[in-house]
C-alpha cells in the first residue's frame, strides 16, 4: 500500500513539473519588413507588444517586440536589407561590433555559434549587459534569408532559470520563416522594373537643404541618483559641406517641462560605457550624402515631469509637433 502512495506522489509531482517547461505558444506571429512577411512563435509565456509602445523604446526600425509575462525579460526585431550592410565576413565583423558595443575586453568572452534552419544561416551571440539598469544576458540572432538580415535581441533576466530560458528563446528564433513576399516589394517578380521612392519621411525625421534627422530610440540610465537620457538618432548629409552627428546639439533642443536639459559627460559605469561607445559616432565626418547613427547624451531634472520632448529649432526645419518621451517606462 506504501509503495502505491508513494507512486501515486511521484506520478503528481511529475505532472507538475512538467506542466512548468516552458514551450512554444500554439498562436504562430508575423512581422513586416520591407520585402516579405515573417512568421514565427514566441515562447508560450511571451506576449506581443504595441508597436507604438516598442518603436519609441527600441526605434523606429524595430518591426516587432514582445514581453515575458513571468519575468523581466523582453525582446525585440529588427529587419534589414542586405543591400544595405557589409556582409564581410559577417560572423565575426558583428562579434567584434558587439564587442564595442557592450565594452567587453576580450572577444571570446562573447559566445559566439553558427547553424543553419530553415535554409536560413544564423548567427548567435551571448553576453551579459543591461536593461532599464538591470543585469540581463543578451541573446543577439542575426537571421541571413536571401535579400534581408533579420535581427532578433532577447534581454533576458539575470535570474535562477536563465538558463532554462534561453532554450526555448533557441526553439523560438528556430521556427523563424518566411510568410510571403509583399506585393509591391523590390524583389517581387511583379515589380516595375523601376520604382518611385517616398518622398515622405517618418514622423521622427525633418530635414532642410544641409542635413536630415531621424530619431530612433531613448533610454533612461540613473546612476548614483544622477538620471540621465540617451537619444538615437541618425543624420544625412544633404548639403556640400562635411558636417558631423554631433551638429545634433546645435539644431534641436530636448526639453524636460519648460526646462532645455544640458549634454552631459559619459559617468564612469558600465552601463553609461556601452552608450559611450555608441557616441564615439558623433564625431565622424559626414560628406555629401552619407549618413551616420549618432547619440545625444543629457542630465535629467529630478523635480520635473516623466515626459520629455524633442524639438528641432524652428529657424531650422519646417515645424514638426515635438516628439515625446514617457520615460516612466524605465521605472
Not at 46 to 66: I, L, M, N, P
Not at 67 to 75: F, G, I, R, Y
Not at 317 to 330: A, N
Amino acid at each position: 500500500m506504501r509503495k502505491k502512495q508513494i507512486m501515486y506522489f511521484m506520478t503528481i509531482i511529475l505532472l507538475v513539473l512538467s506542466g512548468c517547461e516552458a514551450k512554444l505558444s500554439d498562436k504562430v506571429e508575423t512581422f513586416d519588413s520591407d520585402s516579405s512577411v515573417y512568421q514565427f512563435q514566441l515562447p508560450s509565456t511571451w506576449e506581443k507588444r504595441a508597436e507604438a509602445d516598442y518603436q519609441a523604446e527600441f526605434g523606429s526600425r524595430a518591426v516587432f517586440a514582445a514581453v515575458d509575462k513571468q519575468s523581466n525579460s523582453q525582446m525585440f526585431v529588427q529587419a534589414s536589407p542586405k543591400e544595405t550592410l557589409d556582409m564581410t565576413d559577417f560572423g565575426d565583423a558583428t562579434r567584434e561590433n558587439l564587442q564595442k558595443i557592450y565594452g567587453y575586453s576580450n572577444l571570446e568572452d562573447i559566445y559566439m555559434t553558427d547553424y543553419e534552419v530553415n535554409g536560413n544561416q544564423v548567427y548567435k551571440y551571448t553576453l551579459n549587459g543591461y536593461y532599464k539598469d538591470e543585469s540581463v544576458w543578451v541573446h543577439s540572432y542575426y537571421v541571413l534569408t536571401e535579400n534581408e538580415v533579420l535581427e532578433f535581441v532577447f534581454y533576458s533576466a539575470d535570474d535562477n532559470r536563465y538558463e532554462d530560458r534561453v532554450k526555448i528563446i533557441d526553439q523560438s528564433v528556430d521556427t523563424v520563416e518566411r510568410k510571403e513576399e509583399k506585393a509591391g516589394s523590390a524583389t517581387s517578380d511583379s515589380a516595375a522594373e523601376t520604382t518611385q521612392e517616398s518622398s515622405e519621411i517618418p514622423e521622427t525625421a525633418v530635414e532642410n537643404e544641409q542635413l536630415s534627422f531621424n530619431v530612433t530610440g531613448y533610454r533612461k540610465i540613473t546612476i548614483e541618483d544622477q538620471a540621465y537620457l540617451a537619444v538615437r538618432f541618425s543624420v544625412l548629409n544633404n548639403g556640400d559641406e562635411a558636417l558631423k552627428p554631433k551638429i545634433w546639439y546645435d539644431k534641436v533642443n530636448v526639453k524636460q517641462g519648460d526646462s532645455v536639459l544640458k549634454q552631459a559627460d559619459f559617468p564612469d559605469n558600465d552601463e553609461a560605457g556601452n552608450l559611450k561607445v555608441l557616441a564615439e559616432d558623433n564625431n565622424k565626418s559626414l560628406e555629401k550624402g552619407e549618413s551616420s547613427a549618432g547619440l545625444a547624451f543629457y542630465s535629467l531634472l529630478s523635480d520635473k515631469e516623466d515626459t520629455v520632448y524633442v524639438e528641432f529649432l524652428e529657424s531650422e526645419f519646417e515645424q514638426r509637433e515635438p516628439i515625446g518621451f514617457d520615460l516612466s517606462t524605465f521605472d
